[in-house]
């Protein structure tokens, strides 16, 4: 794949995810008991997974790696699996607190993507 067929892979993946946790936090706000189906659950995770996947395929095409030569990829790195964690808890477990962090660490990690700096101020 190319650079651009991945980046908008990426775009189009993060879209999903922000609208399927908008979608399921309000559910488990509102008290819907469908947030809790093993579909709706799979079918975030793939999402999510993809979200990943097209990320690590656009480190390759950017030569731009986590952990190794680029601060601002390592920080959106860490933002999606917090957001993917924190979001998978807060939605088991129930909790308005993780549903406020997961939203804060989604809103981080783009804003991190779209500025390119690893810390709000540098």
């Known amino acids: 794949m190319t650079y651009t067929a991945f980046k908008h892979l990426h775009l189009m993946m993060v879209a999903i995810t922000a609208v ?3 979608v399921r936090a309000g559910g488990l706000l509102v008290g819907m008991q469908w947030i809790s189906k ?3 659950r799979v079918t975030h995770h793939c999402v999510d997974l993809l979200v990943l996947l097209s990320a690590l395929g656009l480190c390759y095409h950017l030569s731009q790696w986590p952990f190794y030569n680029s601060a601002w990829i390592s920080a959106k ?3 999606l699996i917090g957001y993917m964690v924190v979001t998978a808890l807060a939605i088991r477990r129930h909790s308005f607190v993780g549903l406020v ?3 804060v660490l989604l ?3 783009a804003w991190v993507a779209i500025n ?3 810390f709000p101020g540098l």
Do not use: N
Request: glycine share 6%; hydrophobic share 65%.
């Open 20 to 22: 399927l946790f908008i």
């Open 38 to 40: 093993s579909a709706v």
């Open 77 to 79: 790195f860490i933002g």
């Open 101 to 103: 962090l997961a939203a």
């Open 107 to 109: 809103a981080y990690t």
């Open 116 to 118: 390119k700096v690893p």
